[in-house]
Every structure is written in C-alpha cells, then in structure tokens.
C-alpha cells in the first residue's frame, strides 16, 4: 500500500466502492424479486415532487460521468417536467428505484439522449401521473414489448441482470399503477410508468 501513489490508491478505492455498490444492488434486487413473487412487497406512498426527483437523478448520473444536456440539444438527459404539474404518489425509495432501472435500462439498451419527463394523466378514471423514460435507440420490437417486463429477459444484452424491468413493473404494480412499453414519437423506446393519485 505505501509503494502506491495516491491516485493509484484512489481508484483501487473507487474500484472497491463500485463493486461494493454492484454486489449491494444484485442482492437488494434478488430479496426484491422475492418479496413480488411471494406479494410480500409493500410501498407507503407520499406526495413527492417529481421534477425534483427526476432533476436530480439526472444530476447524479452527469456528476458520475454522464454528459449534461445543453439547450441547443445533445448530451445525455433531458427534463421536461411541466411547473403545474401535482405530484405524484410514490414511496421515495422505491421511485427512486424506478426511475433508476429504468434510466439504467434506456443507457444499456438505448442510446442518444434519455428523456425523463413527467404528465397527468388518468388511470382507471382516477387522476394519475405518468412517468416516461425515452430514449433515442431502436426501441423495443413490438413482439417483445411485454416479454421484456419477464424475469431475466435481456435481449441480447451484454450487461445488467435481467431483472430491471421485471422490478419495475413489481414496483409500480404496488403502487396501484401500471408500466407498458411503447415506441417514442421520434422512434426508440419509451416506457411509461402510471401512478393513480391516492389523495383522489
């Protein structure tokens, strides 16, 4: 250890938090897999503003690496979130979740700039808000669009688990809501997540 400089010793660190962090997640998704096949996973939902979350989300992938978007357009993310918009009814740990894997997913499976962006919408005739990750890739084969929600489906993927999207689903399904696969207007994929206003 003392024959290393200190960035040589930096990154052995970084190198070991971010492995760490791999380990950590596989198994908090694992004992989450467990508790959606046994219906053992609950959610206590709370008013949340969802342009903050999802600008600071946003916030911490560029600060980790990702590019920022600009206004001319480019980079990495993009937030439309409009001002007036109520908020939507989520646990915060588990909608962070959420929109991480599925930020995660448009990374892995997408390319160009992801899209987070948020609406109100209705689900069931109940007032709801939709939550949407788009990407600028060759989106999700229409065939595919629900197989892609299935434990371990990955698509030809050369990372991730497979389990991303099938978490999400578990994840928004015990809020009340649903996730459906789509293609984006501008082509590529976008996957949009609804959740029913409990306050309603």
Do not use: C
């Amino acid at each position: 250890w003392d024959r290393l400089t200190d960035d040589q010793k930096r990154l052995m660190l970084e190198t070991i938090e971010a492995d760490a962090d791999r380990v950590t997640r596989l198994i908090t998704e694992l004992l989450d897999v467990s508790r959606i096949n046994t219906r053992r996973l609950t959610v206590h939902p709370q008013p949340l503003d969802v342009g903050a979350v999802l600008r600071a989300h946003a916030h911490r992938r560029v600060a980790s690496g990702d590019d920022a978007a600009t206004d001319a357009g480019g980079g990495a993310f993009v937030v439309d979130v409009p001002d007036d918009l109520g908020p939507v009814w989520a646990d915060p740990d588990r909608f962070e979740q959420i929109v991480a894997n599925l930020v995660e997913n448009a990374i892995i499976h997408g390319r160009g700039t992801v899209r987070l962006s948020a609406r109100a919408s209705e689900l069931d005739g109940v007032p709801a808000v939709d939550v949407l990750v788009v990407d600028d890739g060759d989106g999700i084969d229409p065939q595919h669009r629900e197989l892609a929600f299935s434990r371990f489906w990955q698509d030809g993927a050369k990372q991730g688990t497979g389990l991303g999207l099938y978490l999400v689903r578990g994840l928004v399904e015990a809020h009340g809501g649903v996730i459906v696969a789509e293609e984006a207007p501008g082509g590529g994929a976008q996957l949009r997540a609804s959740f029913p206003d409990h306050d309603f």
